[in-house]
């Protein structure tokens, strides 16, 4: 996995109607059978067809295909499956398919039912697989103008230097350029880009900036989700960048405001 499909990926919601060939259908099976989550808590991902499963979502078009992913309920297990799931997303990506996260905009009942979703499990999110129609739906442009899809928030009102009161400028994060980068491009539930990081020279502590409505029994924490998904990024860029590290759970206790969650800290290897 590299940058390369970070960038390249976006959301898919219109659909050929062109079936996946078996041998692609193969690798990803395969795929999913290797992708593991964070802090050894593992996602079961179930491929799903559409109308054999009776599963659907009305802001799809023309897809026949579908992932779903589910945890048993525990610490930290919304976060480990935004991770395997964005892994997920950009392995797909790198087939040449299209996908997109839904949680909300889904038939939920349906899709538990057929991925058997037990009493202490939760199913955050689906995607679609397919090949992306060479023109988007009027309903799709819509959707993706309300939800300003293509802004972001600037750099330096995500990320700090060593305390919230101080931000950080791209010009001046050195080693972390890229991957703080591609943590400010990750998708997030309605865009709400939930991350917030603070750089202490051989580490990078992240936080979850939390809205509320974003955590129900049914979905978990959507914005922890959103944060696996930036943690996934980060990861891929800093091994891209040469950089060596694990992600850990360790608060170093700076001062954060009411709304602020630590979720973990990437860890430079000590050479």
């Known amino acids: 996995m590299n940058t390369e499909f970070i960038k390249k990926r976006i959301s898919v919601r219109t659909y050929k109607e062109q079936k996946i060939p078996d041998e692609i259908l193969e690798k990803v099976k395969s795929f ?27 802001v799809i078009i023309g897809a026949d295909t579908y992932i779903a ?39 939920r009942k349906s899709f ?27 309903r799709e442009s819509m959707m993706r103008k309300g939800l300003k899809s293509e802004t972001r928030v600037p750099f330096d009102q995500l990320f700090f230097k060593d305390n919230f009161d101080k931000p950080l400028y791209k010009e001046e994060s050195g080693i972390w350029a890229l991957p703080l980068e591609l943590v400010r491009l990750a998708p997030s539930a309605t ?26 029994e049914d979905t978990g924490d959507i914005q922890k989700v959103d944060l696996g ?30 709304d602020m969650d630590y979720i973990a800290t990437y860890q430079l290897e000590v050479k």
């Open 32 to 58: 999913l059978q290797n992708d593991t989550g964070l802090f050894n808590i593992p996602i079961t991902f179930t491929i799903l067809d559409a109308i054999k499963s009776g599963v659907k979502s009305p």
């Open 229 to 258: 998904i930036a943690l996934c990024h980060f990861e891929i860029a800093a091994q891209e960048s040469g950089l060596e590290g694990q992600l850990i759970q360790k608060n170093p206790g700076l001062s954060v405001a009411e």
């Open 191 to 216: 865009n709400k880009q939930p991350w917030r990081a603070v750089v202490e020279k051989d580490k990078v502590h992240f936080y979850e900036k939390k809205t509320k409505g974003y955590a129900s």
């Open 69 to 107: 992913g589910k945890y048993k309920k525990q610490k930290n297990a919304d976060i480990s499956f935004g991770y395997a799931f964005e892994k997920l997303v950009l392995y797909a990506t790198s087939l040449g398919l299209g996908t997109v996260w839904l949680a909300a905009t889904i038939d």
């Open 112 to 138: 538990e039912k057929a991925i058997d979703l037990k009493e202490d499990e939760v199913m955050p999110a689906v995607t679609p697989i397919g090949y992306a129609a060479d023109k988007r739906s009027l």
